[in-house]
């Protein structure tokens, strides 16, 4: 996809994840890799429900802004991500209801949020690493992520939400409202006698579903 298709697709998932209530306000961002090693990312401050494909920040690899709006308080964290994970073609950060409930649980496992509830869970968010707090923006949430980005695709900023990146915009964004769906059904099933599966069948996931 040339640079004016991936706008218009941050634009069109943007108002997609909005429609169905993943995103609200102007919570959550969105970037993806350029072709010669600049980002485009959402502004700050802006609806992903509302975005000007035109507008959408354009930034080179140190997270300068070329052209555009003013980028997300989160280029940092972005970019973190993207220098982790040469693979990574796109990053999708939200505030879902769901995933922002898990991560103010005090009880969780930090470095395993979610128990192998299904098979998608395992495929597509698989091990799920929590983040400590530190604000929105923060350069030390950035550092934060960059840790633990290197062996997780996704994390989940705690008492803020998650973070996915993906090999291309719609496989972060399906893999992102995969994790939603997954702390919804974790949050249903909280203190009910639950089959989890078991660590063979884990392992075949993994061997059938190479990430
Ligand atoms: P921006 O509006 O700067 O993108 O910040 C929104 C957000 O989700 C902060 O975590």
């Not at 893999?175 to 884990?202: D, F, K, N, V, W």
């Amino acid at each position: 996809m040339n640079e004016n298709q991936l706008r218009e697709q941050i634009a069109e998932l943007g108002k997609s994840l909005y429609d169905r209530g993943l995103a609200h306000g102007s919570a959550g961002n969105i970037s993806v890799r350029l072709a010669g090693g600049d980002f485009l990312l959402t502004p700050t401050n802006s609806c992903l429900g509302r975005l000007d494909p035109a507008r959408i920040s354009r930034l080179d690899g140190s997270g300068k802004l070329i052209d555009g709006d003013p980028p997300s308080k989160e280029a940092l964290l972005h970019l973190a991500m993207y220098q982790e994970r040469p693979r990574s073609e796109a990053v999708v950060h939200l505030h879902s209801l769901h995933a922002v409930a898990v991560s103010c649980l005090a009880d969780i496992n930090p470095a395993d949020v979610f128990p192998p509830i299904t098979a998608y869970a395992v495929m597509q968010v698989g091990k799920l690493a929590l983040v400590p707090y530190y604000p929105p923006g923060d350069a030390a949430l950035a550092d934060a992520v960059r840790k633990l980005a290197g062996k997780h695709h996704a994390v989940l900023l705690a008492n803020h939400g998650p973070v996915v990146a993906g090999t291309s915009l719609t496989a972060a964004v399906n893999a992102i409202e995969e994790l939603e769906q997954t702390a919804h059904l974790m949050l249903s099933l909280r203190g009910r006698p639950t089959r989890l599966l078991t660590a063979e069948q884990i392992a075949e996931l993994n061997r059938r579903f190479p990430s």
